[in-house]
């Protein structure tokens, strides 16, 4: 009998694209329970189960009086884990007729012949005038607004309910200091899902 196991990684990237300052870099945490299900409904072809959006939001980091950032633990417990407070979503899953931008939200499968692990990379750019409702600039004191984003998530798509309710999943979660977005920054987001065996691990 064989027994293959099987390792996920996450690793996220936000930068500003015009200055090419990286805002955020680090590894996010996986919700293994989530996304096993995940990849079993994909495997077995049931449509649903599959990455499908980013999702942002401002509830996984304060910041006190002196400049003293709290982070809370990221979410990876319950089939129901959600960000603590999604303020915005986009739609990276490139083949759905709802994403708005495909060129620029999308999802890239990177392999090398040989190797024992995957990636799925997972890009997404904030426009300057997206999320509308943003403030002009990126010199904001409030890290409590809508748009002052330390949390994002990948969600996977389980279609809808009977009332039409979108249904989906907390895939991965990470939590980081406040980063505004605003009308004068335009944000890329590069977010790498490394899927390898458990022999022979490759960091990101």
Do not use: W
Not at 67 to 75: A, E, F, K, W
Not at 94 to 106: E, F, G, H, I, Q
Not at 148 to 168: H, I, K, S, W
Request: glycine share 8%; with cysteine.
């Amino acid at each position: 009998m064989s027994n293959c196991q099987i390792k996920v990684d996450g690793f996220v990237k936000i930068f500003d694209l015009n200055t090419n300052e990286v805002l955020v870099d680090k590894s996010n945490a996986i919700h293994y329970e989530n996304i096993s299900e995940a990849m079993a409904y994909t495997l077995s072809n049931r449509g649903t189960g599959a990455i499908y959006k980013m999702a942002f939001g401002n509830g996984g980091a304060s910041v006190d009086e002196t400049g003293i950032i709290t982070y809370l633990p990221t979410n990876t417990v319950g089939q129901n884990a959600a960000l603590y407070n999604e303020t915005y979503a986009v739609i990276i899953d490139d083949t759905s007729v709802l994403n708005t931008n495909p060129a620029r939200n999308k999802m890239l499968i990177s392999h090398t012949a040989g190797k024992v692990y995957t990636d799925i990379v997972v890009q997404c750019v904030l426009d300057y005038g997206e999320p509308p409702g943003q403030t002009a600039f990126d010199n904001g004191t409030q890290t409590e607004s809508p748009y002052t984003f330390d949390e994002l998530g990948l969600m996977a798509d389980y279609g809808t309910d009977n009332t039409g309710r979108e249904l989906t999943r907390l895939l991965t979660h990470v939590i980081f200091h406040p980063v505004q977005k605003s009308l004068n920054r335009q944000i890329q987001i590069n977010y790498t899902v490394r899927i390898q065996s458990l022999t022979n691990l490759v960091t990101i």
